[in-house]
């Protein structure tokens, strides 16, 4: 991307889809280009019109969410119901989605953010509001997720599930338990431990090690962040996400950094595995359901999202995941209860929030982090 680049979609001369295409293919990253969109008053859309009327249900649903986030008959059960073809791609991370979206791609009609990531995809002009008249089952979501500052109003989203970032152990294998993100700079356990491959969870995870914020932009906390991460690097098997659960369960991994609902999982077939959040604290996120403004069945997306508000399917989805369901009537139903924080806990909890410009930052440093 250079600056006539920049000039251009300012005087309305470059497209803002062939202006993303430019700086993604030049290495800016997702959150600067949302940023920079913003910034030049490109896009932004949360006060959009209303939806129009949304007419008959169409035979065709294009989804695009996290891998293992459905229960096993939550899909093939909507298709038999509504008469509704399904086709399901998956993703890996935030960024990995939002890469995409922010490129160009089209077809879907569905797709599952982290809260933090709204505002980027606000920025670059990705979200159609909903209706909220086609979805009568709005009533279940719990409070603590109705109107959150990442959406107002719950315009554009639809909570789906919540969960923690963590530490998972081998009770079996680990004395005394880990307490604290200081776990990944014991030598003591090379080799036998990973932390996620996504930079926002590392880089997150030793700023509260030191005290900050999982959001900082100072550079000298986010220095000493970098070193603690190239430390515990020495110390680490790999840097994985999901599929570090098999590597848990078998023994190969003792300790990982991991989402709490991928430990709800590997727990259920390895009763020694435990789950701990730091003393420290950690990050608490929500997925949300949205619709792209290029859906092109924008009924059958209304449909699918009150379906999966019925509190027994989003209890489903909760107990075969692992991940807690953000439909409190839903979390009556669940096998395994978790409870939703308590002010106490919400303390210790942070949201992750857009860095913005500062992203090409914490770029840099995953750069450099991953190349020690």
Known sequence: MTDPDLTQLISGQLPRR????????????????????AACGKGSSKDGPAVAELGPIEKQLNLYLWSDYLADDTLSNFEKEFGVRVTLDTYESNE????????????????????????????????????????????NVAPLFVDPAWDPGNAHSAPWGWG?????????????????WSVFLDQNYRGKMTMLDDLRDVIGSFLRHRGHSLNSTDPAQLEVAKQ????????????????????????????????SGDAAQAITEQSAIKFVVPREGSMIFVDALVMPRSAPHKRAAH????????????????????YATANQA???????????????????????????????????????????
């Open 330 to 372: 839903a979390a009556d139903l669940t096998k395994i209860k978790v409870p939703y924080p308590t002010d106490e806990e919400l303390a210790l909890l942070e949201y992750q929030t857009d860095l913005g410009r500062e992203a090409e930052r914490w770029d840099r440093i995953w750069t450099e982090i991953k190349a020690a």
């Open 96 to 139: 990995e989605m939002a890469a995409k979206l922010l490129a160009g791609a089209a077809g879907y009609d569905l797709v599952l953010p982290s809260s933090y990531l709204f505002p980027v995809l606000f920025a670059g002009d990705l979200l159609a509001p909903l209706d909220r008249r086609h979805l009568p089952n709005w009533t």
């Open 164 to 180: 923690l970032t963590g530490i998972a152990y081998r009770s079996d294998l680990v004395r005394p338990a880990p307490e604290s």
């Open 18 to 37: 062939e202006f993303v295409r430019r700086a993604l293919a030049s290495g800016v990253s997702f959150s600067a280009v949302g940023a920079l969109l």
């Open 303 to 322: 449909e699918f999202i009150n379906y999966v508000l019925r509190p027994e399917v989003a209890a489903a989805i909760s107990d075969q995941t692992g």
């Open 228 to 259: 603690d991460a190239i430390a515990a690097k020495r110390n680490l098997k790999a840097y994985l996400s999901a599929p570090v659960k098999g590597q848990l369960i078998a023994g190969d991994v003792w300790i990982a950094q991991m989402w």
